[in-house]
C-alpha cells in the first residue's frame, strides 16, 4: 500500500493506496488504520483499494470544520469523488462503519455494495457500548480483541504501557484522533443513523466478530432489521477488531459481495 | 491583596476505605453515598461557614460549580450565592464560577449573574471557567473537540447581551437567538469583574489579557507546585505587552489551616487533610482528561503517571502535603511567612482561601478561619500598595443599599378598591 494525498475543498487528506480490480473505500476505525494495513494488503489481492484518514489521524491535517455527522459523511462522499471513484465497495469498520452507513443513507443510488464490520451508529439501551473516551491505554484490550492478553502485546508493541514516553505518545495520538471521533461518537457513538437507514439500497453485509465485546454482536441484528436484505456473517474466535484477528475469513466474506 | 473565603462543599461522610472500595469521587461516584437528610445538615452548616466568613474581615467568599462530584457539592453556583446575596451585606460574592458552555442558552447566565448583582447591590465578581473535563464533558455531554469553540461562542453572546442597549439577534453556531435582550441587567458596568479560571494553556493567558480578566489558578496542588504555571502567565504578560502587571491580574487558590501552634495544627487538621487529599481526590484518571478537551501542547507538558495502573494506594502523608506546599498549616506567624512567599513568588493579588476542608467540622474550620483573619490577613494586606487602587479586577457595590427585611409595617386597607 501507499500512502498519498488527495486535496479536498477543507483539507489535504491522506490516504493509502494499492492493488487492482473493483474499486474499494475501507473507512478506518476510531483506532485509526495502523492495525488495518495488514488486512489492506489482503484486500488489495482482490480490489483497487482506497482508504483515507479522517484529518487528525495518522500524519494528516486536523480540520476544525469537520463538526457534526452530516459533515463527516460529505467530506467523505467528498474523498471519494476527488479521487475519481464511482460506486465503490463500501467497507467500513466501527466509526468508520457509522459513515458508511450514513453515505449509504445520504446518497442511496451511488453505494450498490456495502460492508460493515462490527459497525457503530446504533444505540440500545439494554446493551450499551461502553465508553472507550474513558478508558486508559491498559483497559482497551479487554474490549477490542478476542484475546486481550495478546492484544495487549501488539497495542504497546512490545513496550510497557505504563512507560511515561510511551503514554505520552499515546495520550498527544488519542487527543488527536480521538479527539476528531469525538465529533460523531461522544458522549454516545450515534448520531440518527436508525431513522435513516430505510433509505440504504445498497446490497449489505453485516460482518461480526462473535466475541466482539466493545459493540456486542447484539448490534448486529439491530443493523440487520433496520437495512433491508442485510446478510449477517459472524467471524468466530474474533473480537471487535476482526479484520486484525481474522483477515482471511473477513476478507472471504468481503469477496462474497464482488 | 484580596481574599477570598471559599467554600468546595466537599462531602464528609465518605467511607474510609473510599479509595479502595470505589471507583471515583466524580462522575459515576455511587448514588448510593448521598444521604438527602444528612444533606440538608451539610448545605447549611456550609453556608453558615461563608456567611460567618463573610463578618471576620475576608474581601469576598467564594462559590463554584462542580458536577457529579462529592467534594463539590455545587451543581449550581448561583443557588448558593442567591442565598448568600441576602444573608450577607459588605462581602463580595465571588461565584467562580458558571460553566458558561453548559448553559443552554448560555443567556441564562447572564440573567442570573445580573440578578445576583442587583440582589446584592453591585457585589458579584462574576467567574466564566470552561469548566473541567469531568464536568463538561462526562458529566454534561459537551463533545470535547467543540468545548473551546463552544465557550468563546457563549461568551460572546454574554457580552454582547450586557453591553447591548437594544435587542438583537444572535446567530451562532451553538445558540441561535431571534430576541436577545437580557432583564435584569447587573449594576455594574460596563460588567461585574470578571475572573478566569485556567489549567496553564497560552489561549486563556491570552484570553484574560486580551480581556482585561483575572486568571486563576485553582489547583489543589499549592503554590510550589503552582510557580512554574504562574511564571508561564507572567512571561505572557510581559510578551503581549500589557499595560501593566497589576497582581491582581492573578489569583491562586491555597489550601491553608491555621491554629496556635504548628503542632496544634497539625493535631487538629491532619485527618481533615488527609480526607480531603487522600479521598475526595480519588478521581478515575479515565475522566481526567477527554481527548480533544485540551490542546496537544498543553499534554506534552503535563505530568502522566496518574495514566498508568493503580496497583496500590499510597497515602499522602501531612508532613509531605505541608512541606510541597500543597497545604500551608501552622501557626499565624508560620503560615503569615508561607503566604509571603506564596503571593511573592506567584505574584498573586487575590487569594482563595481553601479552608473548609474534606469532613472538617464546623467549629475547627471557624477557629482557622477567624485565626487567619485577624492574625495573618492584616500583615498580608498591604502587599503590593503601588497597586492598591487597582479596582479592575474587583466589584463596585453601590453606597447606598437595601437592607433584607426591611418591610414596612403593613398598613389597614383603605377604601374598597383595596
Redesign the interface.
Known amino acids: 500500500m501507499e500512502l498519498k494525498t488527495v486535496q479536498t475543498e477543507r483539507v489535504p487528506v491522506r490516504y493509502y493506496e494499492g492493488g487492482a480490480g473493483r474499486p474499494l473505500v475501507f473507512l478506518h476505525g476510531a483506532g485509526g488504520l495502523d492495525m488495518d494495513l495488514g488486512f489492506l494488503d489482503s484486500l488489495a489481492q482482490k480490489f483497487h483499494v482506497y482508504a483515507p484518514l479522517v484529518p487528525g489521524y495518522g500524519d494528516s491535517e486536523e480540520c476544525?470544520e469537520l463538526?457534526d455527522m452530516l459533515d463527516f459523511t460529505l467530506h467523505t462522499w467528498d474523498v471519494v469523488d476527488r479521487l475519481g471513484i464511482k460506486d465503490p465497495l463500501l467497507v467500513g469498520l466501527s466509526m468508520g462503519g457509522m459513515i458508511a452507513s450514513e453515505m449509504a443513507a445520504v446518497a442511496p443510488n451511488d453505494v450498490t455494495r456495502l460492508a460493515l464490520i462490527a459497525s457503530a451508529g446504533l444505540w440500545l439501551d439494554e446493551h450499551p457500548i461502553p465508553d472507550i473516551?474513558?478508558?486508559?491505554?491498559?483497559?482497551l484490550p479487554g474490549y477490542l480483541f478476542h484475546d486481550a492478553e495478546a492484544g495487549a502485546k501488539i497495542m504497546s508493541a512490545g513496550t510497557d504501557?505504563?512507560d511515561?514516553k510511551f503514554?505520552?505518545a499515546f495520550?498527544?495520538r488519542?487527543?488527536?484522533?480521538?479527539?476528531?471521533?469525538?465529533?460523531i461518537l461522544?458522549?454516545?457513538p450515534e448520531r440518527g443513523l436508525a431513522s435513516r437507514l430505510y433509505r440504504i439500497k445498497a446490497k449489505t453485509l453485516l460482518i461480526w466478530g462473535e466475541s466482539d465485546k466493545l459493540i456486542p454482536p447484539v448490534y448486529a441484528q439491530a443493523f440487520q432489521r433496520g437495512i433491508r436484505g442485510a446478510e449477517l456473517v459472524m467471524i468466530p474466535q474474533a473480537g471487535h477488531v476482526a479484520p486484525f484477528e481474522k483477515p482471511s475469513e473477513v476478507m472471504g466474506a468481503i469477496a462474497r459481495l464482488q | 491583596m484580596r481574599f477570598t473565603w471559599f467554600n468546595l462543599m466537599p462531602w464528609p461522610h465518605l467511607p474510609d476505605d473510599f479509595r479502595e472500595k470505589h471507583h471515583s469521587v466524580w462522575?459515576d461516584i455511587d448514588p448510593n453515598l448521598f444521604d438527602p437528610v444528612k444533606g440538608h445538615q451539610v448545605y447549611n452548616s456550609y453556608l453558615d461557614l461563608l456567611e460567618y466568613a463573610g463578618t471576620l474581615g475576608f474581601d469576598g467568599i467564594g462559590v463554584n460549580e462542580h458536577h457529579q462530584n462529592a467534594y463539590g457539592l455545587m451543581p449550581s453556583p448561583n443557588i448558593i450565592a442567591a442565598s448568600l446575596a441576602r444573608r450577607t451585606d459588605d462581602v463580595a460574592l465571588v461565584v467562580l464560577g458558571a460553566s458558561i458552555a453548559l448553559y443552554n442558552p448560555p443567556l441564562r447566565v447572564a440573567e442570573e449573574f445580573a440578578m445576583l448583582d442587583c440582589i446584592s447591590g453591585g457585589r458579584l465578581v462574576a467567574g466564566f471557567p470552561v469548566g473541567t473535563s469531568m464536568d463538561t464533558?462526562?458529566c454534561y455531554?459537551a463533545?470535547?473537540?467543540?468545548t473551546r469553540?463552544k465557550y468563546r461562542e457563549a461568551h460572546e453572546l454574554i457580552k454582547r447581551a450586557w453591553a447591548a442597549r437594544e435587542p438583537f439577534a444572535f446567530n451562532g453556531?451553538y445558540t441561535k437567538l431571534r430576541y436577545v435582550n437580557p432583564w435584569p441587567r447587573p449594576i455594574q458596568q460596563p460588567h461585574p469583574p470578571i475572573h478566569i479560571p485556567g489549567g496553564g494553556s497560552i489561549e486563556t493567558f491570552d484570553f484574560c489579557i486580551d480581556n482585561t480578566y483575572s486568571y486563576s489558578y485553582l489547583s489543589f496542588g499549592g503554590y510550589i507546585r503552582g510557580q512554574a504555571l504562574m511564571r508561564g502567565y507572567w512571561d505572557r504578560v510581559a510578551e503581549r505587552n500589557a499595560p501593566d502587571d497589576s497582581p491582581y491580574r492573578a489569583g491562586f487558590a491555597q489550601t491553608i489551616c491555621v491554629a496556635d501552634t504548628d503542632a496544634e495544627a497539625e493535631r487538629l487538621y491532619a485527618k481533615h487533610v488527609s480526607y480531603f487529599y487522600n479521598r475526595c481526590l480519588h478521581v478515575?484518571?479515565?475522566?481526567a482528561?477527554?481527548?480533544?478537551?485540551?490542546?496537544?501542547k498543553t499534554?506534552?507538558k503535563?505530568i502522566?503517571?496518574q495514566?498508568?495502573?493503580q496497583t496500590m494506594f499510597q497515602e499522602l502523608p501531612w508532613k509531605e502535603l505541608v512541606d510541597n506546599g500543597s497545604v500551608i498549616a501552622g501557626s499565624p506567624e508560620t503560615v503569615t511567612h508561607r503566604m509571603q512567599e506564596l503571593i511573592q513568588k506567584l505574584r498573586v493579588g487575590n487569594i482563595f482561601c481553601l479552608m473548609q476542608i474534606g469532613d472538617m467540622p464546623a467549629d475547627k474550620c471557624m477557629h482557622s478561619t477567624r485565626l487567619f483573619a485577624e492574625k495573618v490577613i492584616p500583615k498580608l494586606r498591604n502587599m503590593f500598595p503601588e497597586y492598591a487602587s487597582d479596582g479592575r479586577f474587583w466589584c463596585k457595590p453601590l453606597a447606598q443599599r437595601a437592607t433584607p427585611g426591611a418591610l414596612p409595617v403593613e398598613s389597614e386597607p383603605v377604601g374598597a378598591e383595596r
Open positions: 476544525i463538526r473516551f474513558a478508558m486508559l491505554p491498559y483497559e504501557m505504563s511515561p503514554l505520552q495520550l498527544v488519542n487527543a488527536r484522533q480521538l479527539g476528531a471521533a469525538g465529533k461522544f458522549p454516545i | 462522575v464533558n462526562y455531554g463533545i470535547p473537540g467543540l469553540e453556531r478515575y484518571p479515565g475522566f482528561d477527554a481527548p480533544g478537551y485540551r490542546t496537544i499534554i506534552q503535563g502522566l503517571s495514566y498508568a495502573p
